[in-house]
């Protein structure tokens, strides 16, 4: 098992590690040399895989080589948390070959078939969202009715739902949740904002992190490491949220109290994982 120098378990809430365009597990190594201790690891577009689907059970090669990266990440001391799922931009190019209907169809086939490997217990929780950039309203509209879909799919396996979606609040996800009778308190806004009525995954070197903590408001914390070596550290390092926490720590900004919560308690309570 591995255990950092600080006694504090680091988990970063959003990162991927990919074999096929970087680094792989050395980038998780990088991680746990660092002090990072455990991992959300999510799933990439089905691109990323050289996937192309036209169903929803072509999907399930992606999910069972993130859940056999995870494995190997295992193995070098790292605790890993699989995250499966579509990602909204896959909505473009599906769209493009199959029309917009067919589309959102072969989504939530996808995302019918991750929440299968969740009541598998192979997966913690399900990916899915909206395109975080401009699209036309019906295109918006098909969105929201995937998202719903894979909230729905949160209720029944009893899962976190992460999501990726626009800049910004989100608030209107809460309803979407409610309606479906999903707990909001179990969505996870990847890439969020201090302003998000959900519970928030910022960016470890994002100062709202601070904010949140000194008003007992915990978000998590993440990396969004691509692992792609056309984009190297891109959007952060695997190194930053270990980094970063022992420098809030070190600063005085955070206490060991702080780190606690988002490190463990609040992951814990979201994804009804154990922490050790």
């Known amino acids: 098992m591995n255990r ?5 378990p680091i988990l970063d809430d959003h990162i991927h590690i990919d074999p096929r365009n970087g680094r792989g597990v050395d980038a998780a190594r990088d991680f746990m040399q660092a002090g990072g201790t455990h991992i959300c690891l999510v799933t990439k577009p089905s691109w990323s895989y050289g996937v192309y689907p036209s169903n929803g059970i072509d999907f399930i090669p992606v999910f069972k080589e993130t859940i056999q990266i995870a494995a190997q990440i295992t193995d070098i001391g790292v605790t890993v948390f699989p995250v ?3 990602h909204p931009a896959e909505i473009g190019l599906l769209s493009e070959r199959l029309g917009l209907e067919m589309a ?4 939530k086939d996808g995302l019918t078939c991750a929440a299968s490997f969740v009541n ?6 399900i990916k899915s969202g909206r395109p975080h950039y401009p699209v036309d309203p019906q295109t918006l509209a098909v969105s929201n009715d995937i998202l719903s879909h894979a909230l729905k799919l949160g209720k029944e396996c009893g899962c976190a739902i ?4 626009e800049t910004g609040p989100c608030a209107d996800v809460i309803g979407m949740a409610e309606r479906v009778g999903m707990d909001p308190t179990r969505v996870v806004k990847h890439f969020g ?3 998000s009525p959900l519970v928030s995954s910022l960016m470890a070197k994002n100062d709202g992190i601070i904010s949140l903590a000194r008003s007992k408001r915990y978000c998590m914390m993440e990396s969004d490491f691509m692992d792609e070596n056309s984009r190297p550290g891109a959007v952060l390092g695997p190194r930053s949220v270990p980094r970063f926490s022992k420098r809030y720590l070190t600063e005085g900004t955070l206490s060991e109290d702080d780190l606690y919560h988002i490190h463990r ?9 154990s922490i050790d």
């Open 4 to 8: 950092n120098q600080l006694g504090i």
């Open 84 to 86: 499966l799922g579509v």
């Open 104 to 107: 959102a169809q072969v989504m």
């Open 120 to 125: 598998e217990g192979e997966a913690v929780a």
């Open 162 to 165: 992460q999501i990726h979606a």
């Open 193 to 195: 904002s201090m302003d």
């Open 265 to 273: 308690e609040l992951p814990e309570r979201v994804y009804g994982i």
